[in-house]
């Protein structure tokens, strides 16, 4: 490590707070002083595999990242390669296209029902919880996959399309709670499995199946946090698949984790260990793919929740720790600490969004009731 490097790290953690094995909980502690120059040549992906193979070590990772994150620094840092790699490769071709659609779904989703389970505990709900009333992530859930339903205004034998159906948590609460009959399509097979038992005896379907090739009529659709695997080439088709799929007085309801710029790629480490082929969608790109084809009821932002909702199920990963590595390796574990805490301080920071859109085809007859 050169003096120059040296000086340049500490020239990016200036406005953070954050020394360099400081003695605060989110102060970094280097184990490797080659740290610097991987991450000036390699950015946040030379930072995360860095951390992944033991470069360097923090007590509060999460805050680490808020304090990261609600700063300029990455207008300090400038472009690695990795970043600008991303950028060309979004541009050249369509990483969402169909004959991509599964591979989010073999590399993240298909990880094991094992790791899951622990994780997200009995909801199953592998998106923001609405911590609104409670601190119990399984009630927080609950609370969201309700609001949902309220903001549908669900009614008995109503057929629901569910694009991106995870585990079955939103089709099984509301068959069980609102009468729904409901169709779930997944891209990842274990998904698929563990949603079958989970909703065994209730009126639900699961499909194994790329949302562009859905075309029947529904009463509703929701989308819970599925559109981030779509990508800005298809943002236009889903809209699309979205109204075709949709009696007209019918609701959407789309859940989404956003971003408060516009962009074809993601974070390069992200991309590479979590969700392959990702991109959080801007509002303005959402709202430009929704002309003509739809009206905007209502925008709901609880962002803020997804800290909570990300460091319940760090919580329970820690706890599941020592059944779950007899099945996964230490890298593993430093890879989705990593994961989790730094979404959550990127949450905490309000760097990203979670926003619940409600869309009708020709506009609500009346007012559009906004649940809260």
């Not at 009995?122 to 996959?145: I, N, V």
Request: charged fraction near 25%; charge should be neutral.
């Amino acid at each position: 490590m050169s003096e120059t490097t040296k000086k340049w790290a500490n020239y990016l953690l200036e406005p953070t707070g954050i020394v360099l094995d400081g003695p605060n909980p989110w102060d970094p502690q280097i184990k490797n002083p080659k740290l610097y120059d991987r991450i000036k040549a390699e950015g946040s992906l030379g930072l995360g595999e860095a951390y992944m193979d033991g470069w360097w070590e923090c007590a509060k990772l999460d805050e680490f990242f808020h304090r990261i994150l609600s700063t300029n620094i990455y207008d300090r840092l400038g472009l690695s390669l990795p970043v600008v790699a991303g950028f060309i490769k979004a541009k050249l071709f369509n990483m969402q296209a169909v004959s991509r659609a599964f591979q989010v779904g073999e590399k993240h989703y298909d990880t094991g029902n094992d790791l899951f389970v622990e994780m997200l505990g009995p909801s199953m709900t592998y998106s923001c919880g609405y911590f609104k009333d409670t601190t119990d992530l399984t009630e927080a859930e609950d609370a969201k996959l309700d609001l949902i339903c309220k903001k549908l205004n669900l009614q008995p034998g109503q057929r629901v399309l569910d694009i991106g159906c995870g585990w079955g948590s939103f089709a099984r609460h509301a068959a069980k709670n609102y009468g729904a009959k409901v169709i779930g399509v997944t891209v990842s097979k274990e998904q698929k499995k563990l949603a079958e038992e989970l909703c065994a005896g209730l009126d639900v379907e699961f499909r194994l199946q790329d949302y562009r090739d859905v075309n029947e009529k529904f009463d509703h659709i929701v989308s819970i946090g599925m559109i981030e695997h779509v990508g800005s080439k298809n943002y236009r088709t889903y809209m699309e698949v979205a109204k075709r799929c949709l009696k007209e007085d019918g609701l959407f309801l789309l859940h989404t984790i956003g971003s408060l710029k516009s962009g074809s790629n993601t974070d390069p480490w992200i991309e590479k260990y979590i969700f392959p082929n990702g991109s959080l969608p801007s509002l303005k790109q959402l709202t430009t793919a929704t002309e003509g084809l739809f009206v905007i009821e209502d925008v709901h932002n609880f962002g803020a929740y997804y800290d909570k909702t990300l460091l319940a199920w760090y919580d329970n990963f820690l706890k599941a720790w020592p059944e779950l590595s007899k099945s996964y390796d230490e890298r593993f574990y430093r890879m989705w600490c990593y994961y989790l805490l730094c979404c959550a301080g990127a949450f905490r920071a309000r760097s990203i969004q979670l926003w619940q859109i409600a869309l009708s085809p020709k506009g609500v007859k009346g007012v559009y009731k906004s649940i809260r």
